[in-house]
Nanobody
């Protein structure tokens, strides 16, 4: 089992920045691909970004150039740095861990473990 706890959400004005963190405990963190997904009110959960065990990133087109993802395997933590935030980035952000095949890192069902989510609200 892997337990994931997100933090760092909050209220920010458009154009601002936030950094989300996801702390993992339990089984070996290092081998997992870590993903971030988000769900806005009334919408389905969607992929945001993922990072493989050795640091290879993948981003949704909607966040490319604005968000970065990184991980610290020594601290069992993954980060999502969000910049140039827009009101449409408002959502609950979820951290996930899994072993997806390369082209499926953006697929929700490829992830086995999920955090409880952290709210990000971007005001206009």
């Amino acid at each position: 089992q892997v337990q994931l706890v997100e933090s760092g959400g909050g209220l920010v004005q458009a154009g601002g920045s936030l950094r989300l963190s996801c702390a993992a405990t339990g089984r070996t963190f290092t081998f997992y691909t870590m993903g971030w997904f988000r769900q806005a009110p009334g919408e389905e959960r969607e992929f945001v970004a993922a990072i493989t065990w050795n640091g290879g990133p993948t981003f949704a087109d909607s966040v490319k150039g604005r968000f970065t993802i990184s991980r610290d395997n020594a601290k069992n933590t993954v980060f999502l740095q969000m910049s140039s935030l827009k009101p449409e980035d408002t959502a609950v952000y979820y951290c996930a861990a899994g072993l997806p095949y390369g082209s499926r890192r953006n697929v929700e069902n490829e992830y086995n473990y999920w955090g409880q989510g952290t709210q990000v609200t971007v005001s206009s």
